[in-house]
Each structure stands twice: as structure tokens, then as C-alpha cells.
């Protein structure tokens, strides 16, 4: 059996719907499971409209509007018939969202957020599903949550892997025998049955956890690229596509921050040697690139650039070492405010990390830094990382750039630069 995952990109409008059926359609006769995100920008609509209903903003009723005319577009272009079943579907999944906002938010950020923004897969799924069945696929749509289980981290849910296993293991291959089954990414739940979320981006992962759980042949997700480049195409000219990448250089470039992959997703179809295709949605013919266990190491370097860095450099007030007792204190204070360390330095009184500047979580990191330390931070930089980098690389990324902060291995050279 193979796994396909779908993000927002590939199914942001009815087109982009029309495309998907194209692609599964052609295997037809194959077991399949397909995992879908959000439609387009969805989540983050939905982040927005749980930020105002959390402060009780006047717009919170704007953006769902905004949201469901978003989906009833996109549905009424697929489906003609106004009494097809699926307008009632996906007014009720909204309607979800209308019953939490109806009361003012007594339950903490967290959970509100997951049990708001999940609307967003599960509606995409709900249309998709239907007009697979539309055009003639025997396809069940399957509730994530009945099968990934996390524990109680919302918005950032870790698998409860043996019970996942178990669910899927029990329940899956049967099924995948007699028809097509799509189900949403990025979404799981807690053993009491509450919706949790695996992470912004995550519906990768819940590709790869459905698809090492049922040890299948492979994982393709289709994207808007024709594979994974030596670089983001957003920002370099001239990228070459990469046809075969080992794993370890995969997790590599995703820990450094390519966003072609979520970070997660390559560790459990390593452990089970799944290949990992990232395939094209609009030039499907187009091999790809293909993840897998090889000695090969990257043909070309590869580029990863994070703009909008803040660099935190923190000192102890009473002039001490950064030893252990201070760098755990600081690990957990940013544990605490969720923020991802991109990269770090220390010297005997100091300590430097460079973060993505987030707002308002950033500010209240300092604030809670400046109670035990002094702290100097500058915003506006920009983290180059280079896998397999030599001179010339980082010469052609320095032009006009000045080196704040420099840290290089045998095989990754990470650049904190400040434009001049
Ligand atoms: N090394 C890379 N190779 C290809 N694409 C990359 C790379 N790094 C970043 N990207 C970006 O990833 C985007 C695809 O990911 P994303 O927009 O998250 O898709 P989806 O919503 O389908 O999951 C591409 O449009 C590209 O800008
Ligand atoms: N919809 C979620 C999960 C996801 O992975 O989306 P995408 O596949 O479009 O990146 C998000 O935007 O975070």
C-alpha cells in the first residue's frame, strides 16, 4: 500500500480539488491512503480568528465568514447540485466552531486553538472526500483522531505510538482492501477524545506516522515544487532539483529549516525503511526526488536561509559562568514560551541564540530572561544555513552581508548575517 499526503498548496481552490482526483485516479486499483491539509491559507485564517476570540475582538464572526465563503466557493464549483449532501456536511463542521464561539473562552489557548483549527482539515477532507466518490472512487473518509493518538501537549501533540499502531494496525488494512481512504493530516487526539494538533505544518508527519504504522512500499507528497531543491526557489535563483537524498541528509536539511518537509516526517519511515517521494502535483510524470537509505550524499550544496532573526545574547547578572545549573534554566524558560533555538553559541559569561522573531511570545521570553539575567538582543538578521558548503558558497551568500554569529562543522556551516 502507499501513502499520499496533499497540503494546502495543492488543494487551494476547486482546480487544485479537480487536479488531486487526476492524480489518485491513476491508481486506481492500488491501495491507497490519502492525507490531506488544510485548504490554502485555512490555518492560518483560523489561527487569526482563535486570536480574537480569545481577546473577545469584534471580528472573530468576520473571519468565519471569511472561512466558510472560502469553502462554499470551492464546494458549489464542485458540486453543481445544491442538495448534494456535502453542503450540509460542511455548514455543520462550521457550525462546531459557532457553538465555541457563542460562549466566551474559559478553557486554556491551547486547547481552544486545536479544537478550532482542526475545523480546517476536517472540512477540506469532507469535500475532497465526496468528490472522489463523485467521480466514481469507492472512497471512505476516516476521522484522524479515531486512529493517531497523542498525549495532552496542545498544538504540539506527541504520538502515543504503541496505541496508534494498535488502532491502525487493527482497523486499516481491511479496509484499504475495498476502497480509497482519505483522512486529514496534522490532527490526532488525546485518550479522553480531545482534538490535538501535531504542529503548524504537520500534516506531513501524519503521513509518515499512518504509513510506518502499516508498513507501507512508500510516502508521496505532492507539492508545488518538482522536488526538493538545493534551495527554496522563494528566495535563490538558479536551484537545482536533488533526485536522491539520503535520509540523514533529509532530516539535516528539514532540522535546519528547509520547509519542503516537516522535520518529524523523515525518522519513522527511516525506521522502516519507507521511500519518501516528493513528486510535483503539476508535473506528475516528473520522477522527483526520492528519500531513501543510500551512501550518496548530496550531488550540490544545498541552501537554507531564515529571515527575520532575533538574536538573544544572555549573561549572567552577577558576572558567573554559563555552566549547567544557568544553560538548563534558560533551556526551560524558552521550553516554556515554545520557542525553537535555530542556533547557539556560548562562551564562558555568554550565551547567544538565534530565534525566529515571533512577536509576542519573543517579548515575553526577554521579559521573563531579564528577571535573572541582563540580555542584549538585536532583531532584523537573517540565519543562513549551507549542507556541504566551501568557499565559494559562502561567498556567493555574503554579498552585501556582514557575519554577526558563525558556527561551521565538517559538513554544515550556519551564517547569522545582518544585510549592509
Ligand atoms: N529545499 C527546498 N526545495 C523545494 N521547496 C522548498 C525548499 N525549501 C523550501 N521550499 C518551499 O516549500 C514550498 C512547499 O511547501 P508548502 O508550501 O508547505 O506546501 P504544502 O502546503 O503543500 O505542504 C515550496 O513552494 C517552496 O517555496
Ligand atoms: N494545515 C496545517 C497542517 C499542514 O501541514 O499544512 P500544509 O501541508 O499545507 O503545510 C498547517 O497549515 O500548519
Not at 525503511?273 to 531513501?292: A, W
Not at 529571515?307 to 521550553?335: T, W, Y
Request: include cysteine; proline fraction near 3%.
Amino acid at each position: 500500500m502507499q501513502v499520499f499526503k496533499f497540503g494546502g498548496a495543492s488543494v487551494k481552490d476547486a482546480d487544485g480539488v479537480v487536479n488531486l482526483g487526476r492524480i489518485v485516479s491513476a491508481y486506481r486499483g492500488h491501495q491507497l491512503l490519502i492525507v490531506v491539509s488544510a485548504m490554502g491559507k485555512t490555518t492560518n485564517l483560523l489561527e487569526r480568528l482563535v486570536q480574537q476570540y480569545f481577546t473577545q475582538a469584534d471580528d472573530t464572526y468576520d473571519l468565519l465568514q471569511q472561512a466558510k465563503r472560502y469553502h462554499e466557493d470551492i464546494v458549489q464549483a464542485l458540486f453543481p447540485d445544491g442538495n448534494h449532501p456535502v453542503y450540509n456536511e460542511v455548514a455543520n463542521r462550521f457550525v462546531e466552531i459557532e457553538w465555541i464561539l457563542e460562549e466566551p473562552p474559559m478553557d486554556p489557548y491551547d486547547y481552544l486553538y486545536d479544537q478550532i483549527v482542526a475545523v480546517g482539515e476536517l472540512v477540506s477532507t469532507t469535500i475532497i472526500s465526496h468528490y472522489l466518490h463523485a467521480i466514481g472512487l469507492t472512497t471512505k473518509w476516516l476521522d484522524a483522531r479515531d486512529y493517531i493518538l497523542t498525549d495532552n501537549t496542545h498544538r504540539e501533540g506527541r504520538v502515543a505510538w504503541e496505541a496508534t499502531e494498535a488502532r491502525i494496525q487493527d482497523n486499516l488494512p481491511d479496509l484499504l482492501e475495498h476502497q480509497l481512504l482519505v483522512t486529514q493530516g496534522f490532527i490526532g487526539s488525546t485518550s479522553e477524545n480531545f482534538t490535538t494538533t501535531l504542529g503548524r505544518e504537520g500534516s506531513d508527519y501524519s503521513a509518515a506516522i499512518f504509513a510506518a504504522c502499516l508498513g507501507a512500499e512508500s510516502v508521496t507528497i505532492w507539492k508545488d515544487v518538482p522536488g526538493v531543491l538545493n534551495a527554496d526557489p522563494k528566495w535563490f535563483d538558479q536551484t537545482e532539483l536533488i533526485p536522491e537524498l539520503s535520509y540523514l541528509d533529509a532530516i539535516e536539511l528539514t532540522y535546519y529549516g528547509a520547509t519542503v518537509i516537516h522535520p518529524k516526517t523523515i525518522k519513522p519511515l527511516q525506521n522502516k525503511n519507507i521511500t519518501l517521494h516528493v513528486k510535483s502535483f503539476i508535473d506528475i510524470e516528473n520522477g522527483g526526488t526520492q528519500i531513501r537509505s543510500t551512501k550518496e550524499s548530496l550531488p550540490v550544496p544545498s541552501f537554507i536561509f531564515k529571515v527575520n532573526q532575533v538574536l538573544i545574547s544572555i549573561l549572567p547578572k552577577d558576572f558567573s559562568f554559563i555552566v549547567e545549573d544557568n544553560l538548563s534554566d534558560i533551556f526551560s524558560r524558552f521550553h516554556a514560551h515554545k520557542i525553537k533555538v535555530n542556533m547557539m553559541h556560548n562562551s564562558a559569561v555568554s550565551f547567544s541564540v538565534s530565534i525566529d522573531n515571533t512577536g509576542d511570545n519573543v517579548e515575553a521570553l526577554l521579559l521573563d530572561l531579564r528577571s535573572r539575567y541582563d540580555i542584549r538582543h538585536q532583531i532584523g538578521l537573517e540565519l543562513i544555513t549551507i549542507r556541504y558548503y566551501n568557499q565559494q558558497t559562502i561567498a556567493r551568500v555574503l554579498v552585501e552581508k556582514e557575519i554577526i554569529m558563525e558556527l561551521k562543522d565538517s559538513y554544515t556551516c550556519q551564517l547569522l548575517v545582518r544585510k549592509l
